[in-house]
């Protein structure tokens, strides 16, 4: 490449002998600068002051090769990559990528979508000339390896095109905002790869393709520079905390590879598929040094291909051991990080064929230089950190980089050097996919056509598209066989055998009616499906004690449509055809301006009644016949005043309404599009994000504020009928909900867009100082919302706020003591089915819960249930006669004792005529709290994931709907919307929604 600087002949031959001596002893190539390659002084001298420690670099980044003719970052940073108190927006990394590839022939920028906000999102391919000249030759090859059906799964073709085809390495970096450092070095990476002559690098990008897509959450990314710039301009100030990243969620964007919901997932799943890449390695900065924690620790993911688990080991057993040598401490793999879960983004990569891989470096979130103090057990040595971190040390963003620079290039330099066998392994991945059926099970899992909720349905397989899966339509009946289930050894057999005589013999069959939907196993990318699709179990018994995040997802399940799993092997024999188009078949059929919409829970529902805004749409309180069917409790019945409109709506939303000629006669209500206020807390805004999120692709409107706002509003209940209250999240206690942060010191932290910090709000909040809470006088404002008649919803640690602040009358809160349900899939019952608010549900409801809270019932206000003292008298006392005789007092006739029946922990205790005498307190039956749903039994509680003492929570009331003034609260111990995975009970909130003016609707109050 270009010399800048003048040789002097006597050092050249000096330093002509450490470049003859490159290849070392073993064999290996010398990690470091060749002795020709002439280097950018300046810059180098950079990096060496803004590097705290002579060990916090490596050989392979303690200079920067210099170049005529391409720019370094310090085109467009003004310093280096790393400079302290700089920190670029995503705008001006494109910009050097951009002139990257204006002034290399080894660089190359691709958009690869747009974010939330509108924003670009984009990957740079870096490689040799010739590699990026014959991209799409290459893409060619590597999409036989990644489907090798196309080779009639012939291994010796496959082995041609692994001698010959250039890998990708895919590079993600700053998904979270919070963790500022992967951009700049991103930036210098790829200028290093473009122009270094060492031989290592050289290998490199000669050898493969890296793909670097520098700022995944792009939005975030400028939100986090706009409060970093605003720090730096009055560094006195403390400023404020990243309340937004994206539009709607923070640190959970890296959760939802499994859902697919937001842009940044569906973008870089694109490009990781469209690339056929093996490797994507997300860039994290929470742990010191650099934590490899993709090979982390157990339970595994049961769904990847166990030769992935092996790759893990050892690329990052060599990443440890190459960053050893240069004598960099803190570098470790293992640590507490399980790979349970596929919602991470590197997810991706694990299940579809490639290699999942992620780094924690150690960022100071911002580009401070800081003095940094360890915890004891992050800088203990462990078997797996056998040269941990220092406990205390100054740390720059430059140190970061350094890090960050030297495990990507040792790991682009490794997977080179075995680019042979990891593309053979991308292939035998894939091919062990299509072979899953006969290998492993199951053979497909279908997804019938007579389901009751074609729209979710219909959302289920959609995820299934985004994550790049082959649907197939039957085109005639199928009946396959199911597994026969095998007797359970037991001692009490003799026990069984009689219980058994009662129970019906298991079908051994099952026909699906043509147009059933089939996912085949026998493709490319069958792993995730199956993992989506699967039933997921976390023994109590494992080890490891603290799962990493939710450890059940059972995509039918949360979905609440059926997804059989199909083990037989006929069915891919069965007359089916791919499908790529997706839609459930909608429309009014019949004539006349009347119509029903059967309720069977489809969000949709909420949709169509918002876009009809001024249809007439009442819901029948009770089942019905008209024209000879049968209609249930819930139903819409519609009167159509446009019906080319009804049509137009009814078709896109997918559903299917009937004519009925004249309204049928049944008690009915009125099914409203509710004013809804979306309430925030400023302490977190992501959990409640997921909700903004799940209203918006429904296309219901409503408005959004926070807790501030609403405690200056005045007659909250003129202008809203109902106000939901997602989750708050982390601290979202009863205390930091109304006081919020301290105020009594410190400044306040404005959250505004300012010419210092344009991006901000986005379309999302703003206030002039996120510290202040609800308040006491917000709270008033929301009990008067209530008790004039508004309907407000909360879920989880909102509702243990709203029983905190008095005005969930019968219901109380608590935390589960030793129960631990970590984000699992648990068994719901509907317990008053008559209630709007469950509508269109059957009696089971699989729902997400993660630990509750337990909700409890008493029917004397301000009070649980009666308080007793010494043990439970549950049996007879001592006495005369066998266990079930009564006992006598000697000297008097016998008296039957009064019953006093025990209510289950979903009904209201009874009360006795004890507590009723004279007791103000006694709730009137009609003020009582009404349960929508239960906890199922403990035996019934888990369906996918970890439960553990359910005990605690089995049979409590899991929604609840209680009464306050002339309004409600309804109460969720569930979280019904969360990460788009639970469609299934989105219209327990929509529901609760539409007929906010008529929850009281079949109700049935207790005489007593
Ligand atoms: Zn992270």
């Known amino acids: 490449m270009n010399r800048p600087h003048a040789w002097k002949p006597a050092l050249i031959a000096i330093l002509f002998m450490f470049s003859a001596s490159r290849i070392k002893a073993d064999g290996e190539t010398q990690p470091g600068r060749d002795s020709k390659q002439a280097v950018d002084d300046a810059y180098t001298a950079k990096m060496k002051k803004y590097t705290t420690e002579p060990f916090f670099t490596s050989p392979l980044v303690n200079y920067l090769p210099a170049s005529k003719n391409v720019p370094t970052p310090e085109a467009v940073l003004g310093d280096v990559a790393g400079a302290p108190g700089i920190l670029p927006y995503a705008e001006d990394v494109y910009k050097y990528m951009r002139m990257l590839e204006k002034a290399s022939p080894r660089v190359k920028v691709f958009s690869i979508g747009t974010t939330e906000e509108g924003r670009e999102m984009v ?54 905002s919070t963790e500022t450092g992967a951009p700049t070095a991103l930036m210098e990476l790829a200028y290093r790869l473009a122009v270094d002559d060492s031989a290592y690098v050289k290998e490199i990008r000669d050898g493969m393709i890296t793909l670097i897509t520098p700022v995944v959450e792009v939005d975030g990314r400028d939100r986090m520079v ?47 598929v469209k690339w056929n890449a093996q490797v994507l390695h997300d860039l994290h900065e929470s742990v010191p040094y650099l934590y490899d924690n993709t090979i982390g ?28 040598k240069f004598g960099m401490p803190g570098v470790f793999a293992h640590g507490n990080f399980d790979t349970w879960s596929p919602g991470y983004l590197m997810f991706i990569a694990a299940l579809h ?104 349905q219909m959302e289920l397989l959609r995820v299934m598209q985004k994550q790049h899966v082959e649907i197939s339509r039957l085109t005639s009946p199928v009946t396959v066989a199911l597994p026969v289930k095998k007797e359970k050894k037991s001692s009490k057999t003799a026990d069984k055998k009689e219980t058994k005589k009662d129970e019906k013999p298991e079908p051994t069959s099952k026909t699906f009616p043509a147009g059933s939907y089939v996912i085949r196993m026998d493709q490319p990318y069958s792993r995730i499906a199956d993992a989506l699709l699967d039933h997921q179990y976390w023994s109590p018994e494992d080890p490891q004690k603290t799962p990493y995040d939710d450890t059940g997802w059972t995509f039918g399940e949360l979905y609440g449509v059926q997804v059989s799993r199909i083990l037989d092997a006929k069915i891919l024999q069965d007359p089916m055809e791919r499908i790529t188009e997706l839609r459930a078949p909608g429309g009014a059929k019949g004539e006349g301006n009347m119509f029903a919409i059967e309720n069977h829970a489809e969000p949709v529902l909420a949709s169509l009644r918002y876009r009809l805004k001024d249809t007439d749409m009442q819901v029948a309180e009770e089942s019905f016949e008209a024209g000879g069917k049968k209609f249930d409790a819930g139903t819409v019945l519609l009167k159509a005043a446009d019906r080319s409109q009804l049509d137009g709506a009814i078709k896109e939303f997918g559903l299917q309404s009937v004519a009925l000629g004249t309204a049928p006669n049944v008690k009915s209500h009125p099914l409203r599009a509710a004013r809804i206020l979306l309430l925030h807390s400023w302490l977190g805004t992501q959990t409640e994000g997921w909700w903004r999120l799940a209203l918006d692709k429904l296309q219901i409107p409503y408005d959004y504020a926070s807790t501030q706002t609403i405690a200056g509003t005045e007659n909250l209940r003129e202008k809203y009928d109902v106000i939901l209250f997602p989750p708050v999240g982390w601290g979202g206690s009863l205390n930091s909900i109304i006081n919020g942060l301290p105020t009594e010191w410190g400044n306040p932290l404005p959250w505004q867009n300012t010419p210092e910090t344009p991006n901000l709000v986005g379309k999302n909040d703003a206030t002039a100082d996120l510290r202040p809470g609800l308040g006491w006088e917000g709270v008033a404002q929301l009990q008067k919302f209530v008790n004039d008649g508004g309907v407000f919803l909360t879920v989880m640690d909102t509702s243990q706020f709203a029983a905190g602040i008095g005005i969930t009358t019968g219901v109380s809160t608590s935390n589960a003591e030793k129960m631990k349900i970590v984000g699992a899939v648990v068994g719901t019952r509907v317990v008053d089915g008559a209630s709007p608010i469950a509508y269109g549900y059957s009696e089971k409801v699989p729902a997400y819960c993660d630990n509750g809270p337990v909700f409890s019932l008493s029917s004397i206000a301000g009070s649980r249930r009666r308080r007793k003292l010494g043990p439970e008298m549950s049996e007879r006392p001592t006495g005369r006669g066998s266990k079930d005789d009564p006992d006598f007092a000697v000297g008097r006739l016998g008296r039957e004792a009064p019953q006093e029946p025990e209510a289950e922990s979903w009904e209201n205790p009874n009360v006795t005529d004890e507590q009723r005498y004279n007791n103000s307190r006694v709730i009137p039956p009609a003020m009582r709290a009404r349960v929508v749903l239960r906890y199922a039994d403990a035996k019934d509680l888990l369906i996918s994931g970890l439960v553990e003492g359910g005990g605690e929570i089995a049979q409590h009331p899991a929604v609840v709907d209680a009464s306050f003034g002339k309004g409600h609260v309804v109460m969720f111990s569930i979280n019904p919307v969360w990460r788009g995975e639970t469609q299934g009970t989105y219209s327990l909130v929509l529901n609760t929604v539409m007929n906010f003016d008529s929850l009281n609707a079949g109700r049935k109050n207790d005489e007593k």
Request: charged content about 25%.
């Open 123 to 176: 990957a740079v391919a870096v490689s040799s000339e010739e590699n990026l000249k014959k991209l799409e030759e290459n893409r060619a090859k590597l999409a036989k390896l990644a489907d090798p059906r196309t080779l009639q799964m012939n291994d010796a073709e496959a082995d041609k095109i692994v001698a010959q085809a250039v890998p990708v390495y895919y590079i993600t970096g700053t998904i979270h």
């Open 353 to 456: 064929n490639g290699i999942s891989r992620l780094y924690e470096t150690f960022g100071n979130g911002g580009a401070d230089t800081l003095e940094r103090t360890l915890e004891p057990e992050e800088y203990a040595r462990t078997w797996y950190r056998q040269n941990p971190p220092l406990p205390k040390v100054l740390w720059s963003q430059r140190d970061n980089n350094n890090y960050e620079e030297t495990g990507l290039l040792v790991s682009l330099h490794y997977f080179n050097e075995n680019k042979r066998t990891f593309l053979k392994n991308f292939y035998l991945k894939a091919k062990r996919s299509i072979e899953k059926p006969s290998s492993e099970g199951p053979t497909a899992y279908v997804l019938p056509a007579d389901e009751v909720r074609p729209t979710l």
């Open 226 to 272: 706009d409060i970093y710039r605003w720090h730096l301009a009055h560094p006195k100030d403390l400023y404020p905390p990243l309340v937004y990243w994206g539009k709607y969620v923070a640190h959970d964007n890296n959760r939802d590879a499994m859902g697919v919901t937001l842009k940044l997932t569906e973008n870089v799943m694109n490009t990781y």
């Open 297 to 324: 620790d157990g339970p595994y993911n049961a769904w990847i291909d166990p030769i992935l688990a092996d790759e893990w080991q050892m690329i990052g057993a060599r990443n440890v051991a190459d960053m050893t």
